[in-house]
T-cell receptor, first 110, second 115 residues
Framework: GENVEQHPSTLSVQEGDSAVIKCTYS??????FPWYKQELGKGPQLIID?????GEKKDQRIAVTLNKTAKHFSLHITETQPEDSAVYFC?????????FGTGTRLLVSP | EAEVAQSPRYKITEKSQAVAFWCDPI?????LYWYRQILGQGPELLVQ????????DSQLPKDRFSAERLKGVDSTLKIQPAELGDSAMYLC?????????????FGSGTQLSVL
């Protein structure tokens, strides 16, 4: 089945810095790549997604880039704020199923 | 804003007991998912419904887990008997998409502890 690897597992930044989280996947037929944010005690919340026919997508301070050839995609958060602190999951639609990465704990210090 | 409702929020049970979780998806969402999330890991799909039909239950341990969505709206996930290794967060999600597994909206989950 689909294999999704996510790095780093933890990321600490100062407020105002940028944060980048990367994921790689195994199935070249995968065509949908969402990112979810999970705050403590809550379910994951979709924050941005991209399809395989698009290389980059932006929404205010967050952006996702996709490299289909290399089979990896990244989440970029600029001007980080303390409220960005959470666990972030990438996911990939493979074999008709949404498969999640292992998560990145982002800590933004004031 | 419409939300996926789940109950109970927390459940503590002893091994060998039966437990049940309930989920009410966003109104009009045809596709409903149950995921299990072990601490420190990403969610893993247990079962997927489209309307009242099971689309994928390949990862559901059918000897002890069952799921139903009788009228194609709310859903129940049951574990009988519960085992220590079942301790996890059980998440329900729904989507208006019928075939693409896109735009999933998650509930806040049920945190299960098996003692």
């Amino acid at each position: 089945g689909e294999n999704v690897e996510q790095h780093p597992s933890t990321l600490s930044v100062q407020e105002g810095d940028s944060a980048v989280i990367k994921c790689t996947y195994s199935d070249s037929a995968s065509n949908y790549f969402p990112w979810y944010k999970q705050e403590l005690g809550k379910g994951p919340q979709l924050i941005i997604d991209i399809r395989s026919n698009v290389g980059e997508k932006k929404d205010q301070r967050i952006a996702v880039t996709l490299n289909k050839t290399a089979k990896h995609f990244s989440l970029h958060i600029t001007e980080t704020q303390p409220e960005d602190s959470a666990v972030y999951f990438c996911a990939v639609t493979g074999f008709q199923k949404l498969v999640f990465g292992t998560g990145t704990r982002l800590l933004v210090s004031p | 804003e419409a939300e996926v409702a789940q109950s109970p929020r927390y459940k503590i049970t002893e091994k060998s007991q039966a437990v049940a979780f309930w989920c009410d998806p966003i109104s009009g969402h045809a596709t409903l998912y149950w995921y299990r999330q072990i601490l420190g890991q990403g969610p893993e799909l247990l079962v997927q419904f489209q309307d009242e039909s099971v689309v994928d239950d390949s990862q559901l341990p059918k000897d002890r887990f069952s799921a139903e969505r009788l009228k194609g709206v709310d859903s129940t996930l049951k574990i009988q008997p519960a085992e220590l290794g079942d301790s996890a967060m059980y998440l329900c999600a729904s989507s208006a998409d019928r075939a693409t597994n896109e735009k999933l909206f998650f509930g806040s989950g049920t945190q299960l502890s098996v003692l």
